[in-house]
């Protein structure tokens, strides 16, 4: 089965929706991968899957990326060098991303209107889709262990409900 990427009860702090983000962030890049790895499943279910992946990761990763940037750097940057440190490798992390991305959504794009294309696109898809998984899995890792625990410790209750505040608004304006 190609889509089954469910949810559970809303978070209740910012760390916590971060972290529901970050499942999301691994589940479609995942999904990615088995849409290359299928040789059975029906054109419905792969065009079906291909649009998830696509719209994820145009419309739900940019608002992530937004999040972490616009939302917790101002706030935790020089608080802690070691915070510091790993803001910024998060910042050139996602830079790093683009050109996966970019080519991940093109193909999936093209597999949302024609699913009888994958076999064409089964090698390059893969690869992209495994190098996204292997880099996201290490990013995502050094933001929960450090940039994570850092918003608990070092913001006050007051910012990490602004920034609670924020990370709902942005979902709202789309």
């Keep these: ?8 009860k809303p978070p209740e702090d910012v760390v916590d929706l971060l972290l529901d983000c970050h499942t999301r962030i691994r589940s479609f890049s995942r999904l990615a991968v088995r ?10 279910e792969i065009a079906e899957a291909a649009a998830r992946v696509r719209r994820y990761f145009s419309v739900a990763l940019p608002l ?15 608080r802690d060098p070691a915070v510091d440190a790993a803001l910024a490798r998060m910042e050139d992390e ?24 994958l076999p064409a696109v089964r090698a ?15 990013h995502l890792r050094s933001e929960e262990e450090t940039i994570f625990p850092a918003i608990r ?5 007051a910012e990490r409900v602004a920034i609670f505040a924020e990370l709902r608004a942005r979902r709202r304006a789309i």
């Design 1 to 8: 089965m190609l889509i089954g990427i469910g949810s559970k």
């Design 35 to 44: 849409i290359a790895e299928q040789t059975e499943a029906g054109e419905k």
């Design 64 to 78: 992530h990326v937004a999040d972490e940037e616009e939302s917790i750097v101002p706030r935790l940057s020089g």
């Design 94 to 117: 996602h830079e790093g991303h683009t050109e996966d991305l970019r080519r991940l959504v093109e193909i999936c794009a093209a597999l949302e209107q024609a699913p009888s294309g």
């Design 124 to 138: 390059e898809l893969a690869e992209v889709g495994a190098r996204l998984v292997r880099d996201f899995d290490e």
């Design 153 to 157: 410790s070092l913001l006050p209750e």
